[in-house]
């Protein structure tokens, strides 16, 4: 893969990997304010799928570093 080719897919899945941690962000926030306003139920139905997001986040988190790493390579 050429140099160029690399930056651009490290910088996609970097971009990716931003985005998903926005929302896990706005997902965390909305829960924080239900709690304090003692909507447990609510704070916990709004975080249900956060695993979800966070095994996404992780997944280009690891893609981003192995191209990184593959570009470095011999």
């Known amino acids: 893969m050429n140099d160029d080719l ?4 490290v910088a996609a899945n970097i ?8 929302d896990c962000f706005l997902l965390t926030s909305e829960a924080f304010q239900a709690i304090h306003h003692g909507e447990q139920n609510q704070a916990i139905g709004t975080i ?7 095994e996404d986040a992780l997944a280009l988190y ?3 570093v192995a191209l990184h790493r593959a570009g470095k390579a011999p």
């Open 62 to 64: 690891r893609a981003a």
């Open 48 to 54: 249900l799928g956060l695993d979800s997001k966070l």
């Open 6 to 9: 690399l930056k651009k897919a």
């Open 15 to 22: 971009e990716a990997l931003r985005a998903q941690l926005f």
